[in-house]
């Protein structure tokens, strides 16, 4: 059945909408129903893999070789039955249906490892002013008594910056 919204695309989801007492029965495609607030993203991503993975396991149990029923040893689920619903039962299940699951995984990420987000590099908390400026005081303090001068020169100009900025 086509979308009652664009009549362009298959309908996925289903909805009765009821306004003045009055109960009205739509069906739309999954980006209609991401439109109009009736499907959060991540249930259309979830939605969408389960669709690939169902669609996966049915080209693949196509080809004319009579392949035997593989079950996973943990949970019970068999390949069928991950066909019709495309999902797994356990974790497990990768091990037991992996022939049928790496390459779509491969054709889903675009790599054999999925690679997440890059870590966030967190924020160096300054100390207020007055505590960077003991520091640098002692660390001055600790300079001139080993004769560390140019270290020392370069704490002293540290020191005379950050009590210039804290007159400002």
């Avoid at 109960?23 to 209609?32: P, S, T, Y």
Wanted: charged letters at 25%; a positive charge; proline letters at 5%.
């Amino acid at each position: 059945m086509l979308c009652h919204s664009c009549n362009k695309k298959q309908a996925s989801l289903s909805y009765t909408e009821i306004r003045a007492g009055q109960a009205r029965h739509k069906m739309l495609c999954e980006e209609c129903a991401l439109s109009q607030g009736l499907l959060s993203p991540m249930e259309a991503a979830i939605a969408g893999l389960s669709d690939l993975l169902t669609q996966l396991m049915i080209e693949l149990t196509d080809s004319t070789v009579a392949q035997p029923e593989i079950s996973c040893s943990r949970c019970g689920i068999s390949c069928s039955k991950f066909q019709k619903t495309g999902r797994l039962g356990c974790p497990g299940c990768y091990q037991a249906f992996a022939s049928q699951l790496d390459p779509l995984i491969l054709r889903i990420q675009q790599s054999e490892r999925h690679l997440g987000k890059p870590a966030r590099i967190p924020k160096v908390i300054q100390p207020p002013p007055m505590e960077q400026a003991l520091m640098l005081k002692r660390q001055l303090s600790a300079a001139v008594e080993k004769e560390e001068f140019e270290l020392a020169a370069s704490l002293r100009d540290r020191l005379k910056v950050l009590e210039s900025e804290q007159v400002r």
